[in-house]
């Protein structure tokens, strides 16, 4: 069982940057998929961004360019650079893992919520003038 902690929120002027952390603990799969996803007040959550166990990662439109993912296994963590973050960018952000194997499937991982069973408890980003 894996389980996450976000760390890195906070307040920031547009322009500004920040870089997100999540603790990745617990027994890792081998094979595995980790994003992150961001809700904004009043939205669905949507996903922003994953890593899976070859390195590969994709980004949403939104974030493409600004944004980078990027995972630490010596330190078992997942980070997400945000730079320039903009006031579309304010949400609660959370980290999540799935394990690419289900039964005899092996997923391609993707931005959709369901993919994903293993959730951290979120970070706060607010940007604003």
């Known amino acids: 069982q894996v389980h996450l902690v976000e760390s890195g929120g906070g307040s920031v002027q547009p322009g500004g940057s920040l870089t997100l952390s999540c603790e990745v603990s617990?027994?890792?799969?081998?094979?595995?998929?980790l994003a992150w996803f961001r809700q904004a007040p009043g939205k669905d959550r949507e996903g922003v961004a994953y890593?899976?166990?070859?390195?590969?990662?994709f980004y949403a439109n939104s974030v493409k360019g600004r944004f980078t993912i990027s995972n630490d296994n010596a330190e078992n963590a997942l980070y997400l650079q945000m730079n320039p973050l903009d006031v579309e960018d304010t949400a609660m952000y959370y980290c999540?893992?799935?394990?690419?194997?289900?039964?005899?499937?092996?997923?391609?991982?993707?931005?959709?919520?369901?993919?994903?069973?293993?959730w951290g408890q979120g970070t706060h980003v607010t940007v604003t003038y």
């Open positions: 617990g027994n890792r799969p081998p094979n595995y998929c």
């Open positions: 999540a893992a799935a394990d690419r194997v289900v039964g005899l499937l092996y997923r391609l991982c993707d931005l959709k919520e369901r993919t994903y069973d293993t």
């Open positions: 890593i899976d166990n070859h390195g590969t990662t």
